[in-house]
């Protein structure tokens, strides 16, 4: 069973920075790994993906140039990756979630990742 953890949430002021860690427990190198975020009562949101052989990235428009996904190769566990949260705003503020292994074709902002962390909280104050 592969366990997705999340870490590094927080409450911060507007304009402040986070790093979003996230480890998963697979036994084999992942090959996607991404962000999502939901408000409640809203859709989930896409924010950001790396993909390994080359490391191809890919964000949000609302996060571009704030935001800075990462793969930690030098990390024990190899399926480390980071979530660099810069300029932060009040819109920023959900729950994050950390998905790993995408398992279709489709565009990775539709969510069809095989396995899912239980989210870490962000908060962000005007």
């Known amino acids: 069973q592969v366990q997705v953890v999340e870490s590094g949430g927080g409450s911060v002021e507007t304009g402040g920075s986070l790093r979003l860690s996230c480890v998963a427990s697979?036994?084999?190198?992942?090959?996607?790994m991404a962000w999502f975020r939901q408000i409640p009562g809203k859709e989930r949101e896409g924010v950001a993906i790396?993909?390994?052989?080359?490391?191809?990235?890919?964000?949000?428009d609302s996060v571009k140039g704030r935001f800075t996904i990462s793969r930690d190769y030098n990390a024990e566990n190899k399926n480390t990756v980071y979530l660099q949260m810069n300029s932060l705003k009040p819109e920023d503020s959900a729950m994050y979630y950390c998905?790993?292994?995408?398992?279709?074709?489709?565009?990775?902002?539709?969510?069809?990742?095989?396995?899912w962390g239980q989210g870490t909280q962000v908060t962000v104050s005007s």
């Open positions: 998905a790993a292994e995408k398992v279709s074709t489709n565009n990775w902002v539709r969510g069809e990742f095989r396995y």
């Open positions: 697979a036994p084999t190198y992942l090959t996607s």
């Open positions: 790396i993909y390994s052989g080359g490391d191809r990235q890919y964000y949000a």
